[in-house]
């Protein structure tokens, strides 16, 4: 596994592997001919929202528990996305969050450009509304500032008026507060740092016509206030924009984009933006279950002060969200870009595409110089029932329809019941791991359904290896052997494990298992190495993790 020693023979290979990774090898929206293929993100973006620095284009989402939250994500053109950042390094409050909290955490952040500096805003349904900063979105961002603390406030945005007043909105959690589909507007510091009014309620979604209104974005524009807020649901709802002349109101409602004859459902909650030629556009999400809230990108024009999103076939001022599209004019082409899916483990870096279910601990694992990441066995507890409440499992989001991931690794068990493998993580989950049983290796997949209501895993055994196969404590570095664990994604999410020995051939193994999302998120893949003991735990080596449309 010592791709070191290997390095002089084998570097024109690993250049050519880490050029390759920089463009998906599973789903490219831009089809290099002037036009762009939607969903622009085939990823669990949750509720995005966008702004415009110059040049550049950031976008941000809903990370919930999983760490590092906020995602930062560039562009130049709006098609063609790279992940360069994370503005939340440690979810707080930190002791809360060192424990994976299902769907907890940050929900619908809004990001905007002032005055030279980056805002994040966001709610956390259980402590409130939090603001973070930064000058340089690539850079560190600022600690969390608690700008209104207090239960079931979510999905906020700022707006800094010409007269110098900064204002927030805001909607309601009913899950927290009881009341929910009301969105209200306070007044903030000048700073954005406090809010120092009450809420005015600006609109209430019990109408109804317009229940489960949420994620606000507010804008003004040619002397009107407006509100784009979703409402009827994530799956089955619409776009709704609110305009008033006042920032209290009275609001009128229009419905500015619905599904109609498409099979995008919902277009749901996102984020307005200009591009430097005038042309407005609008980047939303559509709920894809086990696939996640995943990125689109829909023209905008203006009529009469109002917006049309999508294509308006019918000119009655409703659009529909659009399959293909000519790319956004930005005066200028931009090359092909996605974000990272497979991970060499060839840097002190984690590859961005990676977050753990919690705060991370050091121990959960370590990256090398040495072209692997190092994760040791985490001690399960002894109330341990299933996965959905262990932190150390290092995953990504689904990038794709229809991918496989293949992860190499040597696994070094110091006890019995220690195992490692590679995972796909939701309400149900699978896995297809090595397990350590007395003088063998047991390759075996477990299935769990409903793994929040606490239900035990279903384990079968698959296969065994002698425990001269894989490393063990005291055997010498050139007598590291391998195994290399393989999950195949299809349509519909049907998960297909596969395992090798030497790379090339692979077998398939255990039942077919359909992935389901999990709370608030998109199904995940990834790696796991756990113990269900105490004391010197053992670990697992992982020599790549690659991606692949194969």
């Known amino acids: 596994m010592r791709k070191k020693t290997l390095f002089i023979a084998g570097m024109m290979a690993c250049c050519f592997v880490a050029s390759a990774q920089e463009i998906s090898r599973t789903w490219v929206a831009d089809k290099g001919d002037g036009t762009y293929q939607n969903p622009v993100l085939y990823a669990d973006y949750s509720d995005p929202d966008v702004c415009a620095a110059g040049d550049d ?29 994370y503005a939340l390094p440690v979810q707080e409050p930190q002791e809360f969050f060192d424990k994976a909290q299902h769907g907890k955490g940050v929900w619908a952040p809004a990001i905007r450009f002032h005055n030279g500096e980056f805002y994040i805003y966001w709610g956390d349904p259980d402590y409130g509304i939090y603001l973070i900063k930064a000058k340089d979105p690539e850079g560190e961002w600022t600690k969390p500032v608690l700008v209104k603390a207090g239960k079931g406030m979510i999905d906020p945005t700022p707006l800094w008026d010409e ?36 809420p005015v309620m600006v609109f209430d979604g019990n109408d109804g016509k317009n229940h489960t209104v949420e994620g606000p974005k507010l804008y003004k524009r040619n002397g009107y206030y407006y509100i784009f807020a979703p409402a009827g649901g994530v799956a089955t709802g619409w776009q709704l924009v609110l305009r008033s002349r006042n920032i209290y109101g009275p609001y009128e409602s229009k ?43 829909n023209p905008m024009k203006w009529i009469n002060d109002w917006p049309v999103i999508g294509a308006d076939k019918d000119m009655d001022g409703c659009g529909e969200p659009v399959t293909t599209y000519k790319k956004p004019n930005v005066g200028r082409t931009y090359p092909v870009a996605t974000p990272p899916e497979s991970d060499e483990f060839n840097t002190r870096h984690l590859g961005l595409q990676w977050q753990w279910h919690a705060n991370k601990k050091d121990t959960y694992g370590f990256t090398t110089d040495l072209g692997y990441i190092r994760l040791y066995a985490g001690s399960l507890s002894k109330e341990f029932v299933n996965f959905w409440e262990v932190p150390n499992l290092l995953m990504q989001k689904f990038p794709a329809e229809e991918f496989t991931a293949t992860a190499k690794l040597t696994f070094t068990a110091k006890q019995d019941g220690e195992q490692a493998g590679i995972i796909v993580m939701g309400w149900d989950y699978s896995y297809l791991s090595v397990r350590k049983a007395s003088d063998k290796f047991i390759l075996q997949q477990a299935v769990c359904k409903d793994a929040e209501q606490q239900n035990p895993e ?5 296969a065994s290896f002698p425990v001269e196969y894989l490393k063990m404590p005291g055997v010498a570095d050139n007598e590291w052997k391998t195994v290399y664990l393989r999950v195949k994604v ?61």
């Open 57 to 85: 284009f950031y976008m941000t989402a809903s990370s919930f528990n999983c760490i590092p939250g906020l995602p930062i994500l560039h562009s130049n053109d709006l098609v063609n996305w790279s992940l360069v950042n």
């Open 490 to 550: 299809t349509k519909g999410a049907v998960c297909t494990f596969a395992y090798s020995l030497n790379g090339k051939k692979y077998t398939t193994v255990g039942d077919a298992f359909t992935a389901r999302q999990g709370k608030w998120i998109g199904a995940k893949v990834g790696l796991f190495c756990v113990t269900p003991n105490d004391g010197n735990r053992g670990w697992a080596d992982v020599d790549w993790f690659r991606m692949t449309n194969e």
């Open 163 to 198: 007269d110098g007043k900064v204002y927030l909105i805001h909607a309601y959690a009913g899950s927290r507060s009881g009341v929910n589909s009301i969105l209200v507007i306070c007044e903030l510091n000048a700073e954005g740092t406090e809010v120092i009014s009450d």
């Open 458 to 462: 279903q384990v079968k055994e698959l």
């Open 255 to 297: 419905i500015v984009m619905a599904q109609g004859k498409t099979t995008v459902n919902g277009p749901h909650q996102g984020g307005w933006v200009d591009t430097n030629t005038g042309e407005s556009w609008f980047v939303h999400f559509q709920d894809q279950g086990a696939y996640g809230r995943v990125i689109h990108l």
